[in-house]
């Protein structure tokens, strides 16, 4: 009788959480439509700006709890949030970090245990981009995964850095160097943390177990005072968040590829390009500003104090707002935008590539590892190609106004910096947005028409530079400031 009782319920319960989950999905529906946004951008604000909320509820009812309740609390409300986000393909991240522990305890601290680790997490995430990929900026598993892969990596090398020799270590593998054996409750709890698992920042184990520990405050034995920086960085976050939803029905990538784009004079080409460019970065800086604000919140961002004892939040910024909106050159954008992705490949390949013996080798194998790993398209391979030689154009014109007395001169005219300010700013951001162009369109016949449109001015002008300028620095800097240099 229970039984068929049951059996009566079930019937009836099934197509109501059926229809209630067609509602929740068609409200969610109108609502991204009446904001000009697909469900999916939607979906992802929603989960972001929950991390307030979550990062209230462990401030006061677990903060300084049992470690293992801080962890259920991390992997459940994470993988509530990928549920949320992705449904049933949650299990992709969930696969990896059950993996990655058993790689930990089976391999334990060895190369072998690396290897796998990089190539297992590297395969799985090229994988899914390659089932997954479509012509255009798709919010799905592979968002988040792409965070949890550099996780995982680090993970794995940090517990190999474990067993070695203090003594053989830097002082910043010292610092991140894992001691312990970390069971998967707490693999999970750090993988799947709330505050930074669907668009980062990227933050070690260690620091991850600090904040578990409740070392994490500015205050001993009590809740961190972090409330006002939190919200200094939510309210920044939202300014930009107001800026971008007004202005993008009016700038978007795909006006690009109209003939109306082309129509018009080279000038305005170039100029759409730039404010493009620049604006399209919004979308980043408002994610990491609000996420960084969870962070904060729980205590996550602390990172120390000042000489004058002022506490410091900003161990997990990955934004440098004023330096990003102000200085004209394009190492100061790299310092300043997606700061602890850059330290991640900084800490964990990019010195790990030492033994080369070429600092540009090993620059050029961290900007094509960041080309993979953000996807398969071409235009991913071009934006971090342009980076590099950006890059070593930019060093080499600095290198010969500093030889050059009559640069250096020129350069120091108090009068004449505003205007050399914005001629700077203006090549600056023209050519990030140039440089953007192939990492937003993706696939080579789109970015194509694009540089053909403009008739590639940013490879033609930064590769007639890359060959130009030895011949200038040659001829502008005298032989005895050579020679002095040399001694």
Not at 149 to 163: E, H, P, R, S
Not at 179 to 204: D, I, K, M, T
Not at 228 to 237: D, T
Not at 446 to 471: A, D, E, N, T
């Given at each position: 009788?229970?039984?068929?009782?049951?059996?009566?319920?079930?019937?009836?319960?099934?197509?109501?959480?059926?229809?209630?989950?067609?509602?929740?999905?068609?409200?969610?529906?109108?609502?991204?439509?009446?904001?000009?946004?697909?469900?999916?951008?939607?979906?992802?604000?929603i989960?972001?700006?929950?991390g307030?909320?979550?990062?209230?509820?462990?401030?006061?009812?677990?903060?300084?709890?049992?470690?293992?309740?801080?962890?259920?609390?991390?992997?459940?409300?994470?993988?509530?949030?990928?549920?949320?986000?992705?449904?049933?393909?949650?299990?992709?991240?969930?696969?990896?970090?059950?993996?990655?522990?058993?790689?930990?305890?089976?391999?334990?601290?060895?190369?072998?245990?690396?290897?796998?680790?990089?190539?297992?997490?590297?395969?799985?995430?090229?994988?899914?981009?390659?089932?997954?990929?479509?012509?255009?900026?798709?919010?799905k598993?592979?968002?988040?995964?792409?965070?949890?892969?550099?996780?995982?990596?680090?993970?794995?090398?940090?517990?190999f850095?474990?067993?070695?020799?203090?003594?053989?270590?830097?002082?910043?593998?010292?610092?991140?160097?894992i001691r312990?054996?970390?069971?998967?409750?707490?693999?999970?709890?750090?993988?799947?943390?709330?505050?930074?698992?669907?668009?980062?920042?990227?933050?070690?184990?260690?620091?991850?177990?600090?904040?578990v520990?409740?070392?994490?405050?500015?205050?001993?034995?009590?809740?961190?005072?972090?409330?006002?920086?939190?919200?200094?960085?939510?309210?920044?976050?939202?300014?930009y968040?107001?800026?971008?939803?007004?202005?993008?029905?009016?700038?978007?990538e795909?006006?690009?590829?109209?003939?109306?784009?082309?129509?018009?004079?080279?000038?305005?080409?170039?100029?759409?390009?730039?404010?493009?460019?620049?604006?399209?970065?919004?979308?980043?800086?408002?994610?990491?500003?609000?996420?960084?604000?969870?962070?904060?919140?729980?205590?996550?961002?602390?990172?120390?104090?000042?000489?004058?004892?002022?506490?410091?939040?900003?161990?997990?910024?990955?934004?440098?707002?004023?330096?990003?909106?102000?200085?004209?050159?394009?190492?100061?954008?790299?310092?300043?935008?997606?700061?602890?992705?850059?330290?991640?490949?900084?800490?964990?390949?990019?010195?790990?590539?030492?033994?080369?013996?070429?600092?540009?080798?090993?620059?050029?194998?961290?900007?094509?590892?960041?080309?993979?790993?953000?996807?398969?398209?071409?235009?991913?391979?071009?934006?971090?190609?342009?980076?590099?030689?950006?890059?070593?154009?930019?060093k080499?014109?600095?290198?010969?106004?500093?030889?050059?007395?009559?640069?250096?001169?020129?350069?120091?005219?108090?009068?004449?910096?505003?205007?050399?300010?914005?001629?700077?700013?203006?090549?600056?951001?023209?050519?990030l947005?140039?440089?953007?162009?192939?990492?937003?369109?993706?696939?080579w016949?789109?970015?194509?028409?694009?540089?053909?449109?403009?008739?590639?001015?940013?490879?033609?002008?930064?590769?007639?530079?890359?060959?130009?300028?030895?011949?200038?620095?040659?001829?502008?800097?005298?032989?005895?400031?050579?020679?002095?240099?040399?001694?």
């Amino acid at each position: 009788m229970a039984s068929a009782v049951e059996g009566d319920v079930g019937k009836v319960v099934e197509p109501i959480w059926g229809l209630r989950s067609g509602f929740e999905e068609l409200s969610l529906n109108k609502l991204a439509t009446s904001l000009g946004a697909s469900e999916q951008a939607l979906r992802l604000i929603i989960s972001i700006f929950l991390g307030y909320p979550l990062a209230l509820f462990y401030r006061h009812y677990l903060f300084y709890k049992d470690s293992y309740l801080i962890h259920l609390f991390h992997a459940f409300t994470g993988l509530s949030i990928a549920y949320f986000n992705f449904g049933y393909q949650f299990y992709h991240s969930l696969l990896c970090v059950i993996l990655q522990f058993l790689i930990l305890r089976l391999m334990g601290r060895t190369r072998t245990a690396v290897l796998t680790t990089f190539c297992l997490q590297m395969a799985y995430l090229l994988a899914g981009y390659y089932y997954t990929a479509t012509g255009n900026y798709d919010i799905k598993w592979t968002m988040p995964h792409c965070v949890l892969t550099l996780k995982l990596i680090g993970l794995a090398v940090d517990y190999f850095d474990g067993g070695k020799n203090q003594n053989s270590l830097s002082s910043e593998q010292q610092k991140y160097a894992i001691r312990g054996v970390p069971s998967l409750l707490e693999v999970a709890g750090f993988s799947y943390f709330y505050g930074a698992f669907l668009v980062g920042p990227q933050f070690s184990m260690n620091h991850y177990m600090k904040l578990v520990q409740g070392q994490l405050t500015d205050i001993p034995g009590k809740m961190p005072n972090s409330t006002i920086p939190a919200l200094k960085r939510l309210s920044l976050g939202l300014v930009y968040l107001v800026g971008y939803t007004l202005l993008s029905p009016h700038i978007t990538e795909d006006y690009l590829l109209t003939e109306d784009y082309e129509n018009h004079p080279f000038w305005f080409r170039c100029m759409y390009m730039l404010v493009w460019g620049k604006f399209v970065l919004y979308k980043y800086v408002t994610c990491w500003l609000v996420t960084e604000g969870v962070c904060i919140l729980t205590g996550l961002g602390f990172n120390g104090f000042e000489e004058n004892g002022k506490a410091k939040w900003d161990a997990c910024a990955n934004m440098k707002v004023w330096l990003f909106e102000t200085n004209p050159r394009f190492t100061g954008t790299i310092a300043s935008f997606n700061i602890n992705t850059n330290a991640w490949v900084a800490r964990y390949f990019f010195k790990r590539l030492k033994f080369l013996g070429n600092k540009e080798l090993s620059q050029g194998l961290s900007l094509l590892f960041l080309a993979l790993w953000h996807g398969l398209h071409s235009g991913y391979l071009v934006c971090f190609q342009m980076e590099f030689l950006i890059v070593i154009v930019e060093k080499k014109a600095a290198n010969l106004i500093r030889d050059s007395p009559a640069l250096s001169n020129l350069a120091s005219i108090t009068i004449l910096q505003p205007f050399f300010y914005l001629v700077q700013q203006t090549i600056h951001w023209l050519f990030l947005g140039y440089s953007m162009t192939a990492f937003c369109l993706f696939t080579w016949d789109k970015w194509f028409k694009v540089y053909k449109s403009i008739y590639f001015l940013g490879h033609v002008f930064f590769l007639s530079l890359l060959f130009i300028l030895p011949y200038i620095h040659k001829s502008m800097v005298p032989r005895k400031e050579k020679l002095k240099k040399m001694e």
